[in-house]
């Protein structure tokens, strides 16, 4: 029997578990090549009506089974997915956790975005916070952009060059 939890409370060790959440974000089908030869990826952001949020993989044929599934702004119950620890090099959601879909997977339409649509959550931070936070950490910051200037190539030391755009923000600091 499976008993539904918050995304928060899921880790490895829950078995007959299953979330329900809010598709906040789709991410598109991607096509690549690796040592197996082609193969293919999507995924998506779940969040739930406690603030919990979570990352769902899916790869190869299971992408087939659920692509056209999952609808952005639509309520899922998602259950029998692999719980993994997440993988902050593609996944910045505040969990340590993700899910990776596989042929035994369920994912159950419920409800759309006007039905049912959770709560964001941020993770505000203080101006003076961002110097003591750690590099690719994602933190929200309130502000209102003041000045948005093109979009430039520059070179690194190394020879590789990167795309830059520079935005100057006015922020509020309450205290």
Not at 5 to 20: E, F
Not at 24 to 51: C, H, M, T, W
Not at 73 to 81: A, D, E, H, L, R
């Amino acid at each position: 029997m499976l008993v539904q939890i918050p995304i928060k409370s899921l880790n490895t060790y829950h078995s007959n578990w299953c979330i329900k959440g809010y598709v906040q974000r789709k991410i598109a089908l991607q096509q690549f090549q690796n040592q197996y030869g082609p193969s293919k990826v999507f995924g998506f952001n779940l969040f739930d009506a406690e603030g919990g949020e979570i990352h769902i993989t899916c790869f190869n044929n299971v992408t087939d089974y659920f692509f056209d599934k999952i609808q952005l702004g639509n309520v899922y119950i998602v259950s029998k997915g692999n719980v993994k620890m997440a993988n902050k090099q593609y996944n910045h959601l505040n969990n340590d956790w993700e899910i990776l879909l596989n042929a035994t997977s369920t994912v159950e339409h419920v409800a759309s975005e006007k039905e049912h649509k959770p709560m964001v959550k941020f993770n505000i931070k203080s101006i003076n916070d961002i110097r003591t936070t750690n590099v690719n950490s994602i933190i929200d910051v309130l502000g209102i952009a003041t000045d948005i200037f093109s979009v430039c190539t520059i070179c690194r030391k190394d020879g590789s060059e990167v795309t830059k755009q520079t935005l100057n923000f006015k922020i509020h600091v309450w205290v």
